[in-house]
């Protein structure tokens, strides 16, 4: 094996790993010796990533001026046993390096500084504002988002002419799991960007853990879990919201259902964020198809919604010989609808975003259900396989047992079936009624999953009482008030139930 210690001599003295048998692994070799300027290091649990990482901000510390700069999510995550702060106090604590606790950094002779740091939200970014490091390492990337990312990687990594010879590097470590997974997952796992590099780990990789403690510690846990945790596989993970999803259960090919099968839709509305609708069907066995979908990017106007969901309607329900359509068109939509449409005002009262729709020939709209601990449990349960359940005629298993409840339409449907793979939960309680695990973490499905939610909304919705309007005043500006009200009331839960 190549000795790290001649590439890089600072790694000689200060890592004992390096003169120590069997010294860093081939993955961690790897790792410090790309050229690339992004690179994720990762995947199973225990894959010596924190290791891996610390190594990567030494190479350089024998150099004047040089900087690395390491963070977490948040401080307790540095300051654990076996996180970074107490490893590199095990490597350093008896060499020539200073350790400032005011600071939380390393100083090295050569006055080179390896700073940790955490970024506790989208503001924490500018905290950093003014540094510069040749070296930023993100520890567990999955808990970042991808603009804390960006900003701290491109704006602070920077070097000046002295030390033309040293790359500016970005690395970072990760597991599956978390509200980064997805877009971790498109940056360097699937296929990956061009010029970043993904160095997978497994657990064999760690140097410095016993091996074969660890793994059968694991064997407790389920074959799928175990499988993940061992393997660091990506569509699988820890935490996952829907771990029975699988598309070669779930997935059927397109077809349009039978013009006599039940219809509805459901939407997630967004402004700044996508709009997802999704067309379901039931059929006379129990199951549900979602058979097709509209999902649009950030800031596309309502008049734009309202001619692309006209347009798909045309196919989604079945029209009788006289043009009308053979139902009654239901969509359970966000409640965000009722609220006011961006302060447009008509009559002298606040004009809702459903007005809007209404003004764009687009109706059918009822308040959905919302509720993100049962809507996940209902979802369970239409997804999870049953064991003694035929798959209908209709799918490419027709006839086989341990058939689901719930069916998409993948190729119609591809944000949805992403969505599914990659939901995770909640990481932290929220509030006093939310425990670790019960949700989809509420942050995720405000970035990424607004087909998931609107899944969620029409899973809870179509065979329950649906939370329509009352009878509003017919005073248009005390019916503008009571939805102003009623609005309100349901912005104040949601937002209880995104905290962290």
Same mark, same amino acid.
């Given at each position: ?24 692994? @081939? ?21 010596? $990533?924190? *290791? +891996? ?34 490893? &590199? ?17 390393? #100083?090295?002779?050569?006055? +080179? ?22 070296? @930023?390492?993100? %520890? ?14 491109? &704006? ?5 002419? &002295? ?33 970043? *590099?993904?160095?997978?780990? $497994? ?23 175990? +499988? ?63 058979? %097709? ?34 139902? &009654? *068109? ?5 409640? %965000? ?34 509720? #993100? ?82 899944? #969620? ?13 009352? %009878? ?29």
């Amino acid at each position: 094996m190549l000795d790290l210690g001649i590439v890089f001599p600072a790694l000689a003295k200060y890592c004992p790993l390096i003169t120590s048998s069997p010294g860093a692994s @081939v993955p961690q070799a790897v790792f410090l010796l790309l050229e690339q300027e992004e690179a994720l290091y990762g995947g199973a649990v225990g894959g010596g $990533k924190s *290791v +891996a990482l610390l190594m990567a901000a030494l190479r350089h510390v024998d150099r004047p001026g040089y900087a690395a700069l390491i963070l977490r999510r948040n401080f307790p995550q540095l300051t654990q046993p076996g996180m970074l702060i107490p490893l &590199s106090k095990h490597w350093l604590a008896n060499t020539d390096a200073h350790w400032s606790e005011r600071d939380m950094e390393w #100083r090295f002779p050569s006055g +080179a500084v390896i700073k940790f740091g955490h970024v506790q939200d989208e503001n924490a970014v500018y905290n950093y504002q003014g540094g510069a490091y040749q070296m @930023v390492g993100f %520890d567990e990337l999955t808990q970042f988002t991808p603009t804390m990312y960006e900003y701290i990687a491109f &704006s602070r990594a920077r070097r000046d002419l &002295s030390m033309a010879d040293i790359p500016i590097q970005i690395r970072s470590t990760a597991n599956p799991g978390g509200i980064g997974h997805t877009w971790v997952m498109k940056k360097f796992i699937e296929p990956g960007e061009s010029g970043v *590099v993904f160095v997978p780990a $497994k657990i064999a990789d760690n140097p410095g853990i016993d091996v074969d403690d660890y793994t059968k510690r694991l064997m407790h846990l389920s074959t799928t879990r175990r +499988a993940q945790l061992l393997d660091g596989d990506w569509g699988v993970f820890e935490g996952a919201a829907f771990p029975d999803f699988a598309e070669e259960i779930h997935c059927v090919p397109a077809f349009d259902p039978p013009p006599d099968w039940t219809r509805f839709e459901s939407l997630d509305f967004g402004i700044a964020n996508p709009t997802a609708v999704l067309a379901w069907a039931a059929d006379y066995d129990g199951n549900l198809i979602v058979f %097709d979908s509209y999902y649009s990017p950030p800031n596309t106007l309502i008049s734009q919604h309202a001619e692309a969901i006209r347009t798909k309607r045309e196919r989604w329900w079945p029209k009788t010989d006289k043009g009308w359509y053979a139902q &009654s *068109v239901v969509c359970y939509a966000d409640h %965000d609808l009722w609220s006011n449409a961006r302060g447009i005002v008509r009559l002298g009262a606040p004009a809702s975003i459903l007005d809007e729709f209404r003004e764009h020939d687009l109706e059918g709209f009822i308040r959905a259900h919302k509720g #993100r601990k049962e809507g996940r449990a209902r979802l369970l349960e239409l997804i999870k396989p049953i064991e003694e359940r035929r798959f209908p005629a209709w799918h490419p298993r027709a006839g086989e047992l341990g058939a689901p409840h719930l069916f998409v339409v993948g190729v119609r449907c591809p944000e949805l079936i992403e969505q599914l793979r990659t939901a995770p939960t909640n990481e932290q309680p929220i509030g006093d009624k939310t425990g670790p695990g019960e949700i989809v973490d509420p942050q995720w499905e405000t970035r990424y999953g607004h087909a998931a939610a609107a899944l #969620r909304y029409g899973a809870m919705s179509w065979q329950a009482a649906s939370e329509e309007l009352e %009878d509003e005043p017919s005073d248009p500006r005390a019916a503008a008030l009571q939805r102003i009200e009623k609005a309100e009331a349901l912005e104040d839960e949601e937002a209880g139930l995104s905290l962290n």
